[in-house]
């Protein structure tokens, strides 16, 4: 059996690094978007759960890939289950049509690698 991908951990972590530049260049601008998505998803009418849920869903639509993986990698976090994943799938793919069911599939991909990762560490 071949060796699994790490296509969405080396993804994002490749983008991470590659946003260093940006951070030592523009410290106010990269501090205040992370405040931004740090207020626009903490628990309020809607868990973060959820919240991430729609973020997975509007990366499906804007095609992005770096972005599927990094709200991928806040779900497993977040204790979302595949089921949850597989269900905002559907919804992204019915407003989106055949693009957003291939980028779906990405999606897929990089939940269960995160989720594989996750189950692999020790306790």
């Known amino acids: 059996m ?15 690094a590659g946003l260093a530049p940006l951070r030592a260049s523009t410290p106010e601008v990269m ?10 998803t903490a628990d309020g009418v809607l868990d973060a759960k ?9 990366s499906i639509a804007a095609r ?12 497993v976090k ?5 089921q949850e994943v597989d269900e905002t799938l559907g919804v992204a793919t019915y407003m989106g049509g ?11 991909a990089a939940f269960d690698e995160f989720a594989q990762a996750a189950a692999a560490k020790p306790a």
Do not use: W
């Open 2 to 16: 071949s060796e699994p991908s790490h296509k969405y951990r080396n993804l994002t972590q490749s983008i991470s």
């Open 31 to 40: 501090k205040s978007f992370g405040e931004l998505g740090r207020a626009a």
């Open 50 to 58: 959820t919240k991430e849920l729609i973020a997975l869903a509007l």
């Open 64 to 75: 992005c890939d770096p972005c599927i993986g990094f709200h991928a990698k806040a779900l």
């Open 78 to 82: 977040l204790g979302a289950t595949r």
């Open 98 to 108: 055949g693009p957003s069911l291939m980028y779906a599939a990405n999606a897929v």
